[in-house]
């Protein structure tokens, strides 16, 4: 893929969303998500003519966030905060947040870190089986797994609302 | 949701589009005569809808937007970083490569005479106006012999060329944008190349645009 501007802004229109929701069902805290999408857009920017050799955009941009999540969740428990569960948010957040995002998200975080983490790139990330085993670093049989037993998990949590 | 029939687990794939076609159909054919599986696919695609509702901060975007506008291209040199215009860093980068192919290019590695002129030109926002340039800068003072060797030189694929600045023969580079040029000329060949910098949100990639091309000295 050739990045030039026009290519950055589709990609950045394209994905940001992805990584956004991505970031914020791994973590649950929008003002983490929001620094883990600029920082995963950031180090995309900083590849310089590296960038043009990345065959698939999308799932590297997931990759970082996927480790900027994970150095997140280190940083916490060095700090002894509890990564796991919904952080509360600010009045800001809550305005743009509604109850039934607060449920979904609730419900995803309280799935085993595999299923979060494949669910999610699915859902939220947009990307294939392949793609996830890839980032991952699973078989696509576990992606097939783990996606089935993330949603069958989640239909219980979420059984009123679906 | 109820798995069980055991083709159930195969649903979550089906609504995936990650089955093949022969699957697909296969599947499509059993969930219309499968009550556990028709149900199956209604509750994994009620809980895809639901799922979607968790969506990003709407001002994030334009918020993360703007701070990405904001950072500087940066390089390093000796483990220290330096903040240069883009310009002048990939001007000189640009420089030091064409030397370096250039005098490999020609098998000369002592250039006689040198001379390198720096300018920089506004392409015209329409076709009928001209371009404006500024001032040109010359590392010496040798403008009659670069105007006979410019008149002289033919033009020479090297292999890295792209294409060249005129501003006519690059349309990859949008009107109005401000295009840095350096020539370096030796007795033996021109190397001319530019960089052009519209937005500053995307740097280095935009480098592209500009071109790098040989002409030899007769």
Redesign the interface.
Same mark, same amino acid.
């Given at each position: 893929m050739?990045?030039?501007?026009s290519?950055?802004e589709e990609l950045?229109s394209k994905q940001?969303?992805c990584v956004?929701?991505y970031a914020?069902?791994l973590t649950g805290r929008?003002a983490l998500?929001?620094d883990i999408? !600029?920082e995963a =857009?950031?180090r995309l920017?900083n590849n310089?003519?590296a960038?043009?050799r990345i065959e698939r955009p999308a799932a590297w941009l997931m990759r970082v966030a996927r480790n900027l999540a994970m150095e997140s969740f280190r940083d916490q428990a060095r700090a002894r905060l509890q990564p796991e569960g919904v952080i509360p948010m600010n009045p800001e !957040?809550l305005f =743009?947040t509604n109850e039934?995002?607060q449920r979904?998200?609730s419900a995803?975080r309280t799935l085993p870190e595999a299923q979060r983490d494949c669910?999610s790139l699915?859902?939220?990330g947009g990307l294939?089986?392949e793609e996830i085993a890839d980032v991952m670093g699973i078989s696509i049989d576990q992606v097939?797994v783990q996606?089935?037993r993330a949603?069958?998990n989640?239909?219980?949590h979420?059984e009123d609302?679906? | 949701?109820n798995?069980d029939c055991p083709q159930a687990?195969l649903v979550?794939?089906l609504i995936?589009n990650?089955l093949s076609d022969g699957e697909r159909t296969s599947l499509l054919e059993h969930v219309a005569r499968c009550e556990v599986c028709t149900r199956e696919m209604d509750?994994?695609k009620?809980?895809?809808?639901?799922?979607?509702?968790?969506?990003?901060?709407?001002?994030?975007?334009q918020?993360?937007?703007n701070?990405?506008s904001s950072?500087k291209t940066r390089m390093t040199f000796a483990g220290r970083r330096l903040s240069v215009p883009l310009p002048i860093a990939a001007t000189i980068m640009l420089m030091l490569g064409a030397s370096v192919i250039g005098n490999a290019y020609f098998g000369f590695f002592r250039p006689v005479r040198e001379q390198i002129v720096y300018k920089s030109v506004y392409l015209p926002n329409q076709v009928s106006e001209p371009a404006k340039e500024t001032a040109e800068v010359k590392t010496t003072d040798d403008s009659a012999a670069r105007q006979q060797a410019t008149a002289n030189s033919q033009s020479i694929d090297s292999g890295v060329s792209r294409k060249r600045h005129n501003g006519v023969n690059a349309p990859?580079i949008e009107p109005g944008a401000k295009l840095f040029i350096a020539t370096l000329q030796t007795d033996r060949y021109i190397a001319e190349f530019s960089t052009t910098t519209?937005?500053r949100?995307?740097p280095?990639?935009?480098?592209?645009?500009g071109g790098l091309n040989f002409s030899e000295q007769r």
């Open positions: 050739l990045m030039n501007n290519g950055f950045y940001f969303d956004y929701r914020l069902a929008h998500a929001e999408t !600029q =857009f950031t920017l310089g003519f960038i043009k !957040q =743009f039934i995002q979904v998200l995803v669910l699915r859902e939220y294939s089986y097939k996606l089935f949603r069958r989640l239909s219980k979420l609302l679906t | 949701m798995s687990s979550s794939q995936d990650e509750n994994l009620r809980l895809r809808s639901t799922l979607a509702l968790l969506s990003a901060d709407p001002s994030a975007k918020r993360i937007r701070a990405l950072k990859q519209k937005y949100l995307y280095i990639p935009k480098i592209y645009s």
